[in-house]
């Protein structure tokens, strides 16, 4: 997580007075609901998400799953609710806390279905 402490701190402090935008409900992150995120922090750069009961996927799960979908950092997760920040590209209009870095999307790791996976599939002829 690119966030130090201080920055995150600065912006639970700044998400204390906000409402939840987005809801997560029983059909869990898709990507309507990744695209309302993404869409939501693009205008607010600082959003509250709202995982509810019936979610499939826990608060923790969702946080990292939207995080990771909308390149953005969890500021916070507290019980069912998630505070997501991602500064606009072009003009922030809250000030990017220092010590923060953008966080970068991964490729997803392809795995080889023939390949082994570790030593106990190997046989004694390739040890």
């Not at 795995?111 to 570790?118: E, G, I, Q």
Request: net charge neutral; hydrophobic share 40%.
């Amino acid at each position: 997580m690119p966030l130090t402490g201080h920055a995150a701190r600065q912006l639970r402090a700044l998400a204390h007075a906000l409402s939840p935008i987005v809801h997560v409900g029983k059909h869990g992150v898709n990507d309507d609901v990744a695209a309302a995120v993404s869409r939501a922090l693009l205008d607010h750069e600082l959003i509250k998400v709202k995982v509810q009961g019936e979610a499939p996927e826990s608060p923790d799960d969702v946080a990292a799953d939207l995080a990771e979908r909308c390149l953005a950092d969890v500021a916070q997760r507290i019980g069912r609710v998630v505070v997501l920040y991602k500064p606009h590209p072009r003009k922030p209009t809250i000030p990017v806390p220092k010590g923060y870095t953008k966080p970068v999307k991964v490729a997803p790791k392809v795995v080889d279905a023939d390949a082994p996976t570790d030593a106990s599939d190997l046989t004694h002829d390739e040890a």
